[in-house]
């Protein structure tokens, strides 16, 4: 599945996806689901987690603008200057389920 067409549209990201369904995200639930490092935090080897936002409102922040990625993958940029998670298509699809 890829993304045939993006858009902002207000507070949400509409996705048409190739298989024609549509997903519609809302800005805060995106950022709060950022795969990125600084929000998730990172493991080392024996499953220890370090780092990572316990912050998870994300009330009034917005998508800016997008990218995609390779061919696998979309980036967001967002209200409040994040911009470093990578989100596979596999995962806004998940997001998109679970409104």
């Known amino acids: 599945m890829t993304p045939q067409n993006v858009q ?6 509409a996705i048409v996806w190739s298989d024609g369904t549509e ?12 795969p ?3 929000t998730q935090g990172e493991r080392d080897i024996f499953g220890q987690k370090y780092g990572g936002s316990e912050k998870t409102d994300y009330s009034g922040v917005t998508v800016l603008g997008w990218e995609q990625i390779g061919n696998y993958a ?3 940029d ?9 989100y596979s298509y596999e995962l806004l699809r998940e997001i998109g389920r679970h409104p």
Do not use: C, P, Q
């Not at 902002?8 to 990201?13: A, H, S, T």
């Not at 997903?23 to 950022?34: Q, T």
């Open 78 to 86: 967002f209200s409040d200057g994040h911009r470093t998670g990578l």
């Open 36 to 38: 990125s490092a600084e």
């Open 8 to 13: 902002i549209i207000g507070n949400e990201v």
């Open 23 to 34: 997903s519609y995200l809302a800005a805060e639930k995106l950022r709060a689901a950022s």
């Open 74 to 76: 979309l980036r967001f």
